[in-house]
């Protein structure tokens, strides 16, 4: 970008990267706020929120834009004019789904900025984004802030540059290829260096935590299946709560659109339905494969498609995340990284021992992997609505993670035990393979020094 160019064909100065990015950020920011200000304008409009002015429209705007964020809002609902009755509570149930706003918008930035400096000039651009963003979010927090609505400043000038600066970076790395030229080292170089020990441990330790990445993508995706599943098995009690709510379009749609922020929470709370450690769904309500007890719960369309009632065959649902496990296990043995068995088989030459003991190896660190995702995914998905039984919502992630962990450990187990018979390619002598690789190596190694 340039600050000047006429016609005379002079290209003019350079913008300084500083300011580049400061006006890329600038950008997403106002473009993510008009996205969010129209459904709230378009609901407004129609008098979904009854007699209020512009004024409150546009806080509710701002406040909603610093929520898709991840900003934390404390609400204070009062009981009359006592002060001292305060029904509310924090809301940090934030909407992740909608947080793909901002971060498409700094991924595009992100494009642009490495386009436009040297892999040793990018974190100008950065900078400069990364506070123009800031100040437009501590602003937004200073105007819409109220008495029933009351939000940190420092929380929200910092915490939306986590989605910003992750976008920024994942758009300059889509552009620039390549994390060395990104970050100008030659990764390539630095583990050419290493001993061929410390790049064997590597390898293996590198494709243990990318089959712990599949097997928790995979089960997510099977919850999603299954809950699209679920959702159109009870798509008749969704529409009646839908007809029972009565907002017209505007209020359905924005009630959709709401839905569709905290779909990835859904899509946790199914895995951890799936797993059998279950969801909370408010104080004193929980629902999981292994047992179900739900007290009243708010008149939320998706919530109708819940499982209720006994399941005498809820126990099969613990399945998803082993067959989650048995891909991992048969997409490691493809990558014919198992290091730690090749060693293995030339400190010990009893085969029937050493398979099985590396087996089970990969399969608690994979389990270890797995695990840390979903507990993660749950911490990020669980909160609190901030209104009376809503202030506990979500998956617990310590028991989810070990659930998902052990289930997939057994996965893993079994889908790299039947691999080799999978595998039409492989050849006879798959067992003794690893070991005469690895001592042919070693021997090489020997000989050199």
């Not at 407004?44 to 701002?62: I, Q, S």
């Not at 602003?139 to 939306?160: E, H, K, S, W, Y």
Request: hydrophobic residues 55%; contains cysteine.
């Amino acid at each position: 970008m340039k600050l000047r160019a006429d016609q005379s064909g002079n290209r003019g100065l350079p913008m300084p990267l500083w300011l580049q990015g400061g006006l890329e950020a600038a950008q997403a920011a106002i473009i993510s706020a008009l996205l969010v200000l129209l459904p709230v304008l378009w609901v407004w409009a129609t008098g979904g929120f009854g007699p209020t002015g512009p004024d409150f429209m546009a806080r509710l705007a701002g406040q909603a834009w610093l929520l898709i964020h991840g900003v934390p809002l404390s609400v204070h609902l009062y009981a009359g004019n006592a002060a001292s009755q305060d029904l509310g509570g924090p809301l940090t149930l934030l909407p992740w789904g909608l947080a793909l706003i901002p971060f498409a918008l700094s991924w595009r930035a992100g494009k642009r900025l490495a386009r436009a400096s040297y892999s040793d000039q990018l974190w100008q651009a950065a900078l400069g984004a990364l506070l123009v963003y800031g100040a437009f979010s501590f602003a937004t927090a200073f105007v819409c802030g109220t008495v029933d609505v009351r939000i940190n400043l420092v929380q929200a000038a910092l915490i939306p540059l986590l989605p910003v600066f992750l976008g920024l970076v994942l758009g300059a790395r889509r552009e620039s290829r390549s994390w060395s030229r990104l970050i100008g080292v030659e990764a390539v170089d630095w583990i050419s260096r290493t001993s061929q020990h410390s790049r064997w441990a590597g390898s293996y330790l590198w494709t243990v935590v990318r089959a712990g990445f599949l097997a928790a993508m995979a089960a997510l995706s099977l919850a999603a299946l299954m809950l699209a599943v679920t959702l159109v098995a009870h798509w008749a009690d969704v529409v009646s709560v839908y007809e029972g709510l009565g907002g017209g379009i505007p209020g359905g749609a924005g009630l959709t659109l709401a839905q569709l922020g905290y779909l990835p929470h859904l899509v946790v709370y199914s895995l951890a339905w799936l797993s059998g450690a279950g969801i909370t769904l408010g104080v004193g309500s929980t629902a999981g494969a292994l047992g179900t007890a739900v007290g009243p719960v708010p008149a939320v369309p998706v919530l109708a498609a819940l499982p209720t009632g006994p399941l005498p065959f809820g126990f099969v649902a613990l399945a998803v995340p082993v067959v989650a496990g048995v891909l991992a296990g048969w997409w490691f043995l493809r990558e014919g990284e198992n290091h730690f068995d090749e060693w293995l088989s030339i400190r010990v030459k009893a085969r029937w021992f050493t398979m099985p003991a590396s087996t089970l190896v990969l399969a608690a660190a994979v389990g270890v992997v797995t695990g840390a995702v979903a507990m993660v995914l749950a911490w990020m998905t669980s909160g609190s609505l901030g209104l009376g039984r809503l202030s506990h919502l979500g998956a617990p992630p310590l028991q989810t993670a070990l659930y998902v962990a052990c289930e997939v450990a057994v996965g893993v187990v079994i889908g790299h035990s039947v691999a080799p018979w999978l595998e039409r390619e492989q050849l006879s002598g798959y067992d003794d393979a690893p070991s005469r690789r690895m001592s042919e190596s070693f021997s090489a190694s020997k000989s050199a020094d």
